[in-house]
Every structure is written in C-alpha cells, then in structure tokens.
C-alpha cells in the first residue's frame, strides 16, 4: 500500500561535535520519505523553491519517490528550535497542491507543518484509511486550536516525551499525559524516548486491539553522529512498515515500533540523509533482529 | 542460594507532592533486603543506632530476613542528596561486623556505603562466588580511588545513566561510558534507566555469554508515589532472583533484569518500603508477564 508524505523540505546546515555540513537536503518530508521508501511506495507532497535541484529530486527518485507532488515556494527549514519563525508566513500562504494521480492513497502521513495545513491535506483526500502525524512545541504553544482540529483528523500522533508532556498541559506523569494526549482524538499515540526506544499507547478498544501500552527499545549505539532527522526517519519506518502490510493489528503496531527505531538508529549514524540514502532492506532486518534479541525473553 | 546484603539502614523523612512520611524505615540495605527476600534468603550487614527498636527489625523480620548482622553505631541515610556529609565519619570509624553464620555465603550485595567498606567487607569474604554492588555521584566525586579498588572486587556493578557517565569521566555516549567503566574491573553494568528501564552490558566473554546487551523495559506507571529506594529494590530483584537459580547464565540474567524493574516499579508505588512489606510471588510474577508483554515480538 503506498504511502502519502506532506511536510517540509528544506536545506539544513548542521554543526555537532563530529563535525558540519552546510546546505544538505533536509525537512521532514524527505527524512521520512527515504526512510519509508525501504518498506513500500512513497509519494511526497512538499514545498520547495529554486534552490530544489534536479540533484536534490534525484536524490529522492533514486529511492523510487514519487516527486510530483514537489514544487512551489521555498520553505525554511522548521524542524530546528532556532528556525527564524517569521518565516513562517510562508505557510500561511501556501495551499499544498496534491497531484490527482496521489488521490487514491489510503496511508497518509502529516509531517511536522502548521497544524492547519496538516489538517488541509486530510481534508483533500477522501480515501485515506489511517492518518499518521507529528508535530513540535512550537505548534503546541503558538498554534493550539489548531492543533487541537488537526488531531481529531489524526489516527497515530507520533512526538517525543517533552512534546508529549506540553501537549498534556504539563502532565508529567508520562502515562497520564499520553491518556490526556488520547483523549484529545488519535487513537494511538507513539512517544519517542530519544536512546531509550518509544512506547505506543492505545485508546481503549483501538485498531480492536486493547489498550496495553507496547515498547520498543532503541540500540544503545557507538557514535551518534548527527541527530538531525531522527523523529522523520522513525516515522517513515513506523509508517512505511504498516503501509506495506495494508492492516493493522497488535503485531504490525510491534514490529512496526522496531522498524521506527531501526530507521531513526540508522539515520543518527552519518551526517544529514547520508545513511538513509544507501541502505538496505537486509541490513534494516539485520538490525531489527538485534533489537528483537536487545529485549527477548525466551 | 542466600545472599548476603551490606549497606545502610537509616530513617527517611520524605516529601512527594503525593504526600509525606517521617522517620520511615530506608536505607539501601533495607530496600534491598526486603526485595530480594521473595526470591531467596537474605541475610543482612548494617550499622544502626538506638533508634533502630525491635519494631523496625520486626518488619525484616517477618520476610524472614537474617537480621544478625545489625548493629553497631547509628548511621546517617546516606541515599538522599541532601545528607549533610560531614556525618560520613562514622563510616571510617566503622568495622563491618559479619556473623560468622554468614561466612558461608556464595553471593554478596554491597549497597550504597564507602567503597573501603564495600571492599572490606568482600575480602572478609572468603567464599564469595558473585558479587554485586552499587555508589553513587558522591563516592564518584570525593572517593575515586577507593571506588576504583572496589570495583575490581564487584562482578555486577548496578548504577544509574548519570553516575555511569559521571564514572566514565563524562562520557555522554552510554556505550561507550559502559565500556569505560568495565575496562575498570565489573565483568557487567547495569545501567538503570528509571522509567525506560535498564540496560545490561558486558565485558567480552563475561560469564561465558558474549557481549551483546540486554535491555529490560519499566512499566509505565500512573503514580509515582515516592522514588526512594527503587534503586535498591531494583538491585533487589536483579540479585535475587540470580542467587536464587545458583547460576549464571544469559537466560538468568535476562530474567534478573526483568525482575529487577518489577521490584523497582513496586517501590515507588507507596511511601517508603510499604509496597515491599506487602507483595506476593504472585502480584510480582504477574507484573513479570505484564512487563514481556509490554516488549515481546512474537
């Protein structure tokens, strides 16, 4: 089952203590994309401007991306706390354009835009059965009620413990806030622990599968060598491996939990997509074995 | 296979915003006794002044805890960060006093005290076959040397992710802080994660079971009532579920893991050592199966 892609692509220059790059192809859009793109059909639908190259498009096509859905104006890149967020207007402006070829998706993914595009784009796409998102503290606290639109639109939310906390109104407890976090309309709501894996909490009778919390655990690994692109990359295997199983039940939620760790594991261990861009489906198993024995009982 | 537990016995007045307890009976010895007493006999080493009445050893008591080895001079609750420290003194006045009912113990915790006395007491040890042990921040700051002769005598050394980087002269990669730390004597780390769980690393070939980790999860709990003690009492269920299958293998310590965080997320559900007054074999074995449900892939 393929899947649709909406957020931002953009050019981040990232400095970390193993090093720096300047203007490499980065935004939400295309982390989670080529992540997914290991796992089945992606199509993308994203801003751009002119700095977008047929280099940088090539860079997605060469993992079979569906690009139509690139073009228009050029976004800053939004993922980052130090975004210049006057930049932001650009959003405001912008009325996503979503190729007709795209409209029989039935996996959408919102990435990490304004709230009430997110909630545009499902409202443009009738035959959508499972919506996944994300969004960020900057949204939470800016853009509230449309937040809180977007969400009932919204089937899996998927953000980190901090966003997760704020979006419970402080709630720290961390059980409390996802329950809070639920009733505010997804059914499911996947937290990421950063090195620590992430935990999917259910509402009660979700996918009728139950309401017991599942965790998958992240690889404790040797160097992190640029966590630019982690939270996206989780996402699009998350995602990408329910698409490609076209249901979901108890077991594609766990094992799809693993494969979200294995892609942001992966994506942390080069500069920017670097890694992303040349894996393969044998070593993403490879390492989701690992993860599967880091944590099995026999 | 009993084990023989050292550490503190102190009275803890704690504040939770769920409320606050007075003089309520702590200490590392006490959590970790009263834990481990579920999965084997305990017999414990500790220093306690008047203020420890027959009412206090009555609660080891009654989990048939050996309770021959306290006494001696009253020792200050040295678990808290806000001990004032100039009380350490008794500590270097101090000569552990084992029973020699003891002598025949094959494996040995020795809770959060002074790394001399730790390792004093595991060389009065003859017939020790396992060892595990625990500091903290402050011995890893102000006792570094003493800590580093101990911990060549501890086989299973039990810390928390800031003590393990701390102890890794500020490595904030935590594998490679574990690998540090085990280049200085443990055989293996345990490195808490308090509500992600905790993650087992390895010296290569440890115990004859290669060097992959091993990561146990926490259950994700509606009300922490009071952290006090969950370190211990992790430390608790690790060790005592090891001593009570009287070997060592890669299944046993799995397990050990699991149980450990059971214990541990026991702790903190009521004030003080209450919970751990009152368990069953059973609530904890189903607590067990709720935790590998929470992370086990079919």
Redesign the interface.
């Given at each position: 089952m393929s899947i649709l892609a909406v957020g931002s692509i953009a050019f981040d220059s990232i400095a970390t203590p193993a090093g720096r790059v300047e203007n490499a192809l980065g935004g939400s859009a295309t982390y989670f994309s080529l992540s997914a793109s290991y796992f089945t059909d992606v199509r993308v639908v994203a801003v751009v401007g002119e700095d977008f190259t047929a280099e940088h498009e090539n860079i997605l096509r060469k993992r079979k991306i569906d690009t139509r859905g690139i073009g228009g104006q050029y976004m800053e890149n939004l993922n980052e706390a130090k975004t210049d967020f006057t930049e932001l207007n650009v959003f405001e402006k912008f009325q996503p354009r979503i190729p007709k070829e795209y409209l029989d998706s039935k996996v959408l993914f919102l990435g990490n835009i304004h709230p009430s595009l997110q909630a545009a784009v499902r409202l443009e796409m009738d035959g959508i059965a499972l919506t996944g998102g994300d969004t960020m503290n900057f949204w939470i606290q800016g853009s509230r009620q449309e937040l809180g639109e977007t969400l009932k639109l919204v089937n899996i939310l998927l953000i980190n413990d901090g966003e997760a906390k704020m979006l419970a109104g402080g709630e720290k407890?961390?059980?409390?806030a996802?329950n809070k976090v639920l009733a505010m309309g997804p059914q499911a709501l996947v937290i990421k622990?950063g090195?620590?894996?992430a935990?999917i909490?259910f509402r009660e009778g979700a996918f009728g599968i139950g309401s017991?919390?599942?965790?998958?655990?992240a690889l404790?690994?040797?160097?992190?060598k640029d966590p630019t692109g982690a939270g996206d990359s989780f996402a699009g295997g998350f995602m990408g491996y329910i698409a490609s199983q076209g249901e979901v039940n108890r077991?594609v939620i766990?094992?799809a939990l693993?494969y979200g760790g294995v892609m942001g594991s992966y994506a942390v261990e080069k500069f920017g997509t670097e890694r992303l861009q040349s894996l393969t489906r044998e070593e993403i198993d490879a390492r989701f074995e690992?993860f599967?024995?880091?944590?099995?009982?026999?």
């Open positions: 407890n961390l059980l409390r996802a622990h090195e620590y894996g935990t909490f017991h919390p599942f965790r998958a655990p404790p690994i040797d160097e992190v077991e766990k094992r693993f690992i599967r024995e880091l944590t099995h009982l026999d």
